[in-house]
């Protein structure tokens, strides 16, 4: 009976600690939450206006816009600081590996995000163009600038062809959509929507091109980052609520375990008693 009350304090301690961890992850959650949703109109009509001057670039000496064959390509990986968090890292990184799949290890550079992102990574060959630890909470623009300016460097000198952002999608609280995005080079929109007539840039095309593509590259990866924050938090504290209530299951389940045993004692103890009062007679 020793062994099942410890095992129930054990267990009821750990309960403590999967509850706190579930409240403060939805606390978090809240405001990762909102601020994910407010980045995803700028993003999105970012996207749509890059998407739709993708088809007169071709007219524009840009960097960002050289469009070459796939030979090397840059992938940022979005993972998670810390874990707990059930399959979120798991799942994000065997899509990452899906897609990296077929691809000689030194024509891809990597850019992390997260420990356990890097943790991952470092057990394998790819050449790791930067690290960064990713934020928790209160994402701003200045966190993701060292990324985006490393990876337009790594496009700008043709050392990549291509970068691709790999992140989680927050759908909800329980459902987080790893996602793949091609940041650079932009892609047109379909042909069936290519937008009629012409363009006339005020200013020139070449100038504000230069303006928008920089800020397209952070915009993009800055909505990847606060999604993945809000996933990240999702997938915690869906994770520490299942936690909590496996724990409450276990603790009834050893504390029926400790009664029926107590229970067979005092009943052993009444028979003992029982036994000795009729020798005594």
């Given at each position: ?75 940022i ?7 707990l ?38 057990r ?87 303006r928008?593509?920089?800020r ?60 000795g009062?009729?020798?005594l007679?």
């Amino acid at each position: 009976m020793r062994d099942i009350r410890q095992r129930i304090k054990v267990v009821k301690n750990i309960q403590k600690i999967t509850n706190a961890m579930k409240m403060v992850a939805a606390a978090r959650l809240k405001k990762a939450q909102d601020r994910a949703q407010s980045a995803r109109p700028y993003a999105n009509t970012m996207n749509q206006v890059m998407a739709n001057l993708a088809h007169v670039a071709e007219s524009v000496d840009h960097p960002l816009l050289q469009v070459r064959p796939e030979e090397n390509i840059a992938v940022i990986v979005i993972g998670a600081d810390r874990g707990l968090a059930g399959s979120y890292n798991s799942n994000l990184m065997r899509m990452t590996m899906e897609f990296l799949r077929g691809r000689e290890t030194d024509t891809v550079r990597l850019v992390l995000l997260g420990r356990k992102a890097m943790d991952f990574f470092k057990r394998r060959s790819y050449q790791v163009a930067a690290t960064l630890s990713a934020p928790t909470s209160n994402v701003t623009f200045a966190d993701i600038r060292p990324i985006a300016a490393k990876v337009r460097e790594l496009f700008e000198s043709t050392e990549v062809d291509a970068v691709y952002l790999v992140y989680s999608q927050f759908v909800t609280a329980m459902t987080q959509r790893p996602t793949i995005l091609k940041l650079l080079p932009i892609e047109p929109i379909a042909e069936e929507m290519e937008p009629s007539g012409e363009f006339i840039f005020e200013p020139g095309a070449e100038q504000l091109f230069g303006r928008l593509l920089p800020r397209y590259v952070d915009t993009q990866i800055y909505r990847a980052l606060v999604e993945a924050v809000a996933s990240e938090h999702g997938a915690r504290m869906t994770a520490m609520s299942a936690a909590t209530s496996n724990a409450a299951e276990m603790i009834d389940t050893l504390s029926l375990s400790y009664n029926k045993a107590r229970q067979a004692a005092i009943t052993k103890e009444l028979l003992e008693v029982v036994g000795g009062a009729e020798a005594l007679t």
